[in-house]
């Protein structure tokens, strides 16, 4: 997520506004621009934050994240007018500042999409063990309405494994280790059971 972050304060250097950094709170890719898919925890915009704010410190205006997530508007507030109008009147009639756009994705059928997959992640994680056979139905349709999450593709590598298909569980084994997955303690559990460690 550094690196990527750096990559674009690079690209932006000389010309950060609130607009471009929202643009960066916002970017949903990896380092050197790669297709993570959405909420992959090594995008800097990975669809968890609760709650995000701008501040422009020279002219005194924030912007405040409605969410949900990144996704929302964000309002605008010029903070010389919200807490220095009772001291100064000038400061009363100043117009407020325009609020910034919502991210086209939100509302989209790809948000949808990758929540409802995020639903069946969670749920085939809860019948492991209750209804194995509900868990791997629940996990494809993950990977069928966010094929890019590699979460969806490791636990149904586990399911399978479980049950012993261990041809298609190393197949989801590799999806998986291909979709730039963000934790290393699953990367190397995942590369210990493909080299039969």
């Known amino acids: 997520r550094f690196a990527r972050l750096q990559e674009l304060l690079a690209e932006a250097r000389g010309a950060i506004d609130p607009a471009r950094v929202l643009a960066i709170l916002r970017d949903k890719k990896g380092e050197g621009g790669a297709d993570l898919g959405l909420g992959n925890r090594n995008a800097l915009d990975a669809i968890i934050a609760t709650h995000s704010v701008i501040v422009d410190a020279t002219d005194l205006v924030l912007w405040v994240s409605s969410g949900p997530h990144l996704l929302g508007r964000y309002v605008g507030f010029d903070l010389q007018k919200e807490l220095l109008a009772a001291e100064h009147p000038e400061y009363r009639d100043r117009p407020d500042p325009a609020d910034l756009p919502p991210d086209p994705l939100l509302g989209s059928p790809a948000l949808r999409d990758f929540e409802q997959a995020v639903a069946e992640v969670r749920a085939a994680e809860k019948l492991q063990t209750s209804d194995p ?65």
């Open 133 to 197: 056979v509900r868990a791997v139905e629940g996990a494809e349709k993950a990977i069928g309405l966010a094929p890019r999450m590699p979460e969806a593709h490791k636990l149904l590598g586990d399911l399978l494994r479980a049950r012993g298909d261990t041809a298609r569980a190393s197949e989801e084994y590799r999806a998986f280790l291909a979709l730039h997955p963000p934790y290393l303690a699953d990367i190397e559990r995942v590369k210990a059971i493909l080299d039969g460690r």
